[in-house]
């Protein structure tokens, strides 16, 4: 087991206790995702959509994604089956080389829980708690105490640069903060993988810039896995890999410098 070094707190954190909630595991395997043959078909009365047409992936522990395409392509799709938010029609993911498709209802829990901490475009934040609770209640839901949790949800509001507004509700908040508070959030239960879903879509461009290269930071200091899904070609300069989806389908996958992207500069 790895750990990390924290900073000076003014908060007077019990910091051994916080360095070993955070520590970073090490469970040997390097692919953290793979998604095999993943189909989705959404159906309406009138309509049947081929989300998905047999998307296939993988992912190292570590890496920094971005699932990048046109709007409506399938990015959206392909994160929530990753993140085991909804089912494939047909294809496996695999999360640990678990096949998520075998879980129980519990498990399933515990995985979107402990596992996997997600990043909207909205943010998600519970408008009526403050930042430190919002950051609070995943570990609540994991059973934490309310102490730790409090130690832990201030240092990863510090760590985001939300340290001056932990008191402060949603509202209170400018658009990057709030981000800066999901992602916090998005972090409570040192998650193995973090899922964002176009991350900087509500954010002006410099704000979505500083949300990257906070993604990436975070990557890099806590070792986690990040999958970004975003329209945000700023990804470009900092994804360890890009996987493009078009119509359903990754047609390439590779380091941002090798690829050869519509729009990219
Ligand atoms: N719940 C749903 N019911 C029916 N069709 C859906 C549903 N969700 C998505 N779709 C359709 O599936 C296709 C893929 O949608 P998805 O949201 O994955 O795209 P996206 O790449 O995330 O787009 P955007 O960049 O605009 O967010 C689209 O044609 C969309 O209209
Ligand atoms: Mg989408």
Not at 31 to 48: D, F, M, N, P, Q
Request: glycine share 8%; net charge negative.
């Amino acid at each position: 087991m790895s750990t990390l070094a924290l900073p000076e707190s003014p908060h007077g954190l019990n910091h051994q206790l916080v360095d070993e909630l955070l520590a970073v595991p090490d469970h040997g395997s390097k692919i953290v995702v793979r998604a095999v043959g993943l189909t989705k078909v959404y159906r309406t009365a009138s309509h049947e959509t081929h989300a998905l047409r047999g998307a296939s992936l993988t992912v190292k522990r570590g890496e920094y994604i971005a699932i990048m395409g046109p709007s409506g392509s399938g990015k959206s799709t392909l994160f929530n089956l990753v993140g085991a938010l909804s089912r494939p029609t047909s294809g496996k993911v695999y999360i640990d080389q678990v096949d998520i498709a075998q879980l129980d209802h519990d498990e399933l829990a515990w995985l979107r829980c402990r596992k996997i901490g997600y990043i909207f475009q909205t943010y998600n934040l519970l408008r009526v708690m403050t930042c430190l609770e919002n950051v609070m209640l995943p570990m609540a839901f994991a059973g934490l105490d309310s102490d730790t949790a409090r130690d832990k949800a201030a240092w990863l509001l510090e760590r985001v640069g939300l340290g001056h507004r932990i008191l402060h509700k949603p509202t209170e908040l400018s658009g990057g903060q709030q981000q800066r508070c999901a992602i916090a959030r998005a972090l409570a239960n040192s998650p193995d993988i973090v899922l964002a879903d176009e991350p900087t879509g509500n954010l002006d461009s410099r704000t979505g810039e500083e949300m990257i290269a906070l993604l990436a930071q975070l990557q890099h200091d806590l070792g986690v896995t990040v999958i970004s899904a975003t329209h945000d070609h700023k990804m470009l300069q900092r994804a360890d890999r890009i996987l493009w989806i078009q119509d359903g389908l990754i047609v390439k996958d590779g380091k941002p410098a090798d690829l050869e992207l519509p729009g990219a500069h």
